[in-house]
């Protein structure tokens, strides 16, 4: 065996670069990196980040260097990612006698940062900062929120304490960490067990209680309240795993939250799915409710990506920290998420997030979109008010698959527009399955006017927020009578505040 110094250089910059490296032998052997095990926990709250096991695949995050022991004489393969936007390498290689190093070169194909465009992973738990700065340079993040969350610890003395990882390393709206590229921020996902998850990013203070409810707490407390906390610190609120019937209600009271305007987005993650999300997310802006997407891989264990959904955000120019701004640009719908392709989409020149009248002074409304990707995919997609109004297959050119869509669009009185990609229609029901990205919106609305709202939105949404406030009503366990019908009062406000009726969308 030799002790082999192994380096992965940037095409760009000829520098070395943070990467997922695996190097394997011909009988499926895996060789770790110096300082890193071959064998390593995958478990919830296991030793998590710096490496990553895909099924029977291991993976080590490198901070663009290592030294790793192999055997001469042996054909090696090498694998190498640093995130979308660069080409997967895939190299073998036969050591001769006495070797000492090895050589390769990420090649990028895109740079979207060049034009602002960020990506960040919107959640993770259980890394320490160092780790997740580590991989999210790998994965080529230059944001990464770090999530405390309560947790159970088992003790050897029998009991199992409440533990919050990564508390004390709370950092707000700076960044705890910064390293290669990377910024991690540790801020709290907030969570009751049937009525909502929330992740309060950029919150200059932790907002408490982290929980309530639950087997050993009562339902004194609403996710409404944490989001009002929440932006009186300045934060942003994500409503995390939304619309999971297996993670409590399907709509809970985060749902009568976003309808009262406290939920600032709602995130996209990397777990698979029982129930699709995107059929609600289209109700929601049907609805008239402009709420942005962001992407988060939800990474809580060692077989999970940092950032295998992630959230490419355009960033202004402005005094603020970029953290801030960041921040911002996911508030104001500037977003696309995606697990692999890289998404185009603009309306005239606007860029999602954009509310653009009618008719405008540029002319007919010029919809352009893209995707490419390293990794074949099957569709991009123009939707329009939930319904497909143009798609294209990708051709495949200088290596990648590449899909285009330009044509006029009329808004018909109003709604909103986005891009989407998929690789397989399983992709469409769960995103995890495989290759996946969606812009947010541009919307339009008539000249002097409003965004239109269309009916048949509306009733499932009703429905779901009735039946939370049931389980209030018939389930909650309350201390205070008057917490109770504070809690009840937010679902009546949010039913009340449901809009009227103005046209169908032909959405379920």
């Not at 194909?109 to 959640?123: E, F, Y």
């Not at 409710?289 to 990506?305: E, F, Q």
């Amino acid at each position: 065996m030799l002790t082999v110094h192994l380096r992965m250089n940037d095409s760009l910059t000829a520098q070395p670069t943070p990467v997922r490296l695996r190097v394997s032998g011909p009988d499926g052997v895996h060789f770790a990196p110096l300082g890193q095990a071959v064998e390593f926990a995958i478990g919830r709250n296991e030793d998590v980040g710096g490496h990553l096991r895909l099924g029977a695949e291991r993976w080590f995050a490198i901070d663009g260097a290592c030294e790793i022991r192999l055997p001469a004489n042996v054909p090696l393969r090498i694998q190498a990612l640093n995130g979308p936007e660069s080409r997967p390498l895939d190299q073998t290689v036969t050591l001769g006698p006495g070797q000492m190093s090895l050589r390769f070169t990420i090649e990028r194909w895109s740079d979207l940062a060049a034009n602002r465009w960020m990506a960040g992973d919107s959640r993770c738990h259980f890394l320490s900062p160092h780790a997740a700065a580590l991989e999210g340079a790998a994965e080529a993040l230059a944001f990464v929120n770090l999530l405390a969350t309560t947790q159970p610890l088992p003790s050897l003395d029998g009991t199992a304490y409440t533990t919050v990882p990564n508390l004390v390393a709370f950092s707000g709206q700076t960044a705890t960490l910064q390293m290669h590229g990377c910024n991690v921020t540790v801020n709290t996902l907030n969570l009751h067990p049937v009525l909502g998850r929330v992740g309060l990013l950029h919150s200059h203070r932790p907002v408490h209680p982290l929980t309530f409810g639950g087997a050993d707490d009562t339902d004194d407390w609403s996710v409404s309240d944490w989001c009002d906390q929440c932006h009186r610190k300045k934060g942003l609120t994500v409503w995390v795993e939304a619309f999971r019937g297996d993670r409590g209600l399907v709509g809970g009271e985060a749902l009568a939250a976003l309808v009262l305007g406290k939920i600032d987005a709602i995130e996209c993650d990397a777990q698979p799915r029982t129930q699709p999300l995107l059929p609600w997310v289209y109700r929601l802006w049907n609805a008239g409710h402009p709420v942005p997407l962001v992407g988060g891989s939800g990474k809580d264990n060692n077989r999970v990506a940092l950032g295998a959904m992630r959230t490419y955000a355009q960033v202004h120019e402005g005094e603020t920290s970029v953290n801030a701004r960041w921040i911002e640009a996911v508030r104001a719908g500037r977003t696309f998420v995606t697990n692999g392709p890289i998404l185009t989409f603009s309306a005239s020149g606007h860029e999602p997030g954009t509310t653009l009248d009618f008719p405008t002074d540029e002319g007919p409304i010029n919809v352009l979109a893209t995707a490419r990707s390293p990794v074949k995919f099957e569709k991009l997609e123009l939707i329009a008010d939930g319904r497909v109004i143009a798609s294209a297959s990708p051709f495949q050119t200088h290596g990648l698959y590449e899909a285009k869509l330009s044509l006029p669009h009329g808004p018909n009185g109003g709604g909103w527009l986005a891009a989407r990609c998929w690789g397989a229609m399983g992709a469409m029901l769960d995103p995890a399955s495989s290759s996946f990205a969606h812009t947010s919106p541009v919307w339009f609305r008539p000249r002097g006017g409003v965004i239109p709202i269309h009916s048949d939105a509306i009733p499932p949404i009703r429905r779901a927020i009735e039946e939370s406030r049931g389980w209030v009503e018939n389930h909650g366990r309350f201390a205070s009578e008057k917490r109770k019908q504070q809690l009840l009062s937010h679902h009546d406000r949010a039913l009340a505040r449901l809009p009227g009726t103005a046209k169908s969308s032909g959405v379920p």
